[in-house]
């Protein structure tokens, strides 16, 4: 799928702990998109990109395979105004919102902190939470609300959700800390305008008894510019409204009385309010003494039935007298491209949970019988002798190699669906590191190779031992089956963050022009029937793809016929970013 539009949130400047994350939209949707490693862009950038949509914790996003910048002038998208309510739903997930709220609660996790907003004088459930990660520090400030404070938070609608149907845990994500800003209060600079303002109105109040015989003058002056007005307003296709302070139409544009079917004529007299079905949202801001922002509503005809529009309304003065000025913008065509990517996006979830079965199903088929095999020719190797016996050692390795296969292709598979789950516990890794060793102490002792291991006995980090274990044994098994003679190292490091951990190996190495696609599924230095050594070429890109999973980064640092060295760094996790979908790199990046 091919997306094209606006950066609305460059690289590394959402509140989130993943740094390839940004986003993507254009007038009628917009989308969370992880970017390829060579990809920079900035906010306001026309961006195109190709890729596939993935589904993971109720969070519809874009992975990024290419992309490029389009030259045009750089321009963000006003932001949307919504309310909690209407924020609290995947309608308007991946656009650029702005919302206002009470903060109804804060706190911090291990994750980083985070505000609870709900909204101001309601008593609905409905909450948005707007999470900053400990990775970005200090950058958001969230410590300067308290709890009950008013604010305003402008940012990327978002979602991180833990189950089906995923309609819960909804987050707003601001890009810096200009985008979140406490509200009830005018600020220093409207009451210097307002003042300044003050001013002005004196001055010019002397001044107009000076200038009275300029008021033929300006007059006709006027006039001309209401001729100018008319001509513009006839000449765009939004319905335009004139109105008086209590909403009784003065005047109004063909295009409006097209939207209504009716004549211009039948629409003087009557009231503004009265052709909208939640009219005095439109005044709120109004109200409020504050330029009003966007308001989508419906256009209701005499016939009852309704067009989405969204209204804008604006004061402007013409000599003394203030004039309204309404403007109502047909949404329909907008309404039917989010009902689309609404139903893509029930599609790719229904599409995601389909998968999963099948995985499901397809690990316990062929997992029995292979187990089956294995165990057999287990009992076969105790019982029977030579040749036989050889015959069984043949078969079960074979069965090993077979599910170990498998297994790769299942954890994959789960990994693309978003299925594989983390589970966060402390992991003792030096209890890892001789586990895998010792699972693989026979092909080392074949090929008398020494096993180095460097490991504090002291060392533990928060992650799914499960997926840790998996890591290491690709890394230890790659090292093995590449060297014919030498030593394979494991060295582990506490660090501030996690884990870093080492293993390096004498054996063949890698060549330069193999070291782009080291990482990708089914790729190998040596292919064909031809080939030296065996394997599918997954384990590397499962492995790439599992340290993605768990927050890290991983290297490599290889020359050929001189070994291979590859460092992984994984942090310690909450069980709030084992939850949520993987879309970047680790701390290296």
Partial sequence: MT??????????????????????????????????????????????????????????????????????GARTPAPLPLTVNTAAGEQHEGRLARVRGRIAGKGTNRGGDYLRLQAQGTASPAQIEVFVAERHGDRFGLDRFAEGDAIEVTGVVGQYDFEAPYDEYYQIEPRGRDDLAQVGWPSTYLRAALLILAGGGLVGGIVVIGLRAAVQRRTQELEESRARFRRLAEAT??????????????????????????????????????????????????????TD???????????????????????????????????????????????????????????????????????????????????????????????HRSFALQIRESGRRLSDTLQS????????????????????????????????????????LTAELDVPEDCVVATDRALLYR?????????????????????????AFGVRIHVRDTGVGI?????????????????????????????????KRLVDLLGGAIEVDSAKGEGSAFTVELPSLTEAEASAPAVAEGPMN
């Fill in 3 to 72: 997306v094209a539009g606006r950066v609305t949130a460059g690289r590394g400047r959402l509140a989130v702990s993943r740094p390839r994350l940004v986003a993507v939209q254009d007038r009628t949707a917009g989308i969370h998109v992880r970017l390829p490693d060579s990809l920079v862009v900035e906010r306001g950038d026309s961006l195109r990109v190709r890729g596939v949509v993935t589904h993971a914790y109720g969070l519809t996003r874009l992975r990024g395979a290419e992309g490029r910048v389009v030259e045009a």
């Fill in 409 to 448: 292709v299942l954890d994959m598979a789960q990994i693309e669906s978003g299925t594989l789950e983390v589970t966060v516990q402390e992991v003792s890794v030096p209890g890892v590191v001789r586990d895998v060793v010792d699972r693989h102490a026979q092909a080392i002792e074949d090929k008398a």
């Fill in 471 to 495: 890591i290491l044994n690709n890394l230890v098994q790659n090292a093995v089956k590449f060297t014919e003679k030498g030593r394979c190292q494991v060295r582990v490091e506490p660090v």
């Fill in 293 to 387: 922002a966007p308001v989508e509503t419906e256009l209701v005809h005499a016939d009852g039935t309704t067009t989405p529009v969204e209204v804008e309304t604006r004061t402007v003065t013409t000599g003394d007298e203030p004039v309204h000025v309404c403007a109502v913008r047909d949404l329909s065509k907008r309404k039917e491209w989010e009902d689309e990517m609404l139903r893509a996006k029930q599609e790719a979830e229904q599409a995601a949970r389909l998968k999963s079965t099948l995985i499901h199903n397809m690990s316990h088929e062929l997992r029995t019988p292979i187990t089956t095999i294995t165990g057999y020719a287990e009992v076969i190797m105790e019982e029977a002798e030579e040749p």
């Fill in 237 to 290: 296709l939004e319905g335009i409204a004139l109105h008086e302070a209590d909403g009784t139409i003065v005047d109004a544009n063909a295009s409006l009385a097209q939207m209504m079917d009716t004549d211009r004529e039948a629409l003087i007299g009557k009231d503004i309010t009265a052709l909208l079905a939640s009219a005095p949202s439109v005044h709120w801001d109004r109200a409020e003494g504050r």
């Fill in 511 to 543: 060549d330069p022009a193999f070291r782009p696609h080291l990482f990708e599924p089914f790729k190998q230095e040596s292919e064909g029937v031809a080939r030296e050594y065996e394997g599918t070429g997954l384990g590397l890109a499962l492995t």
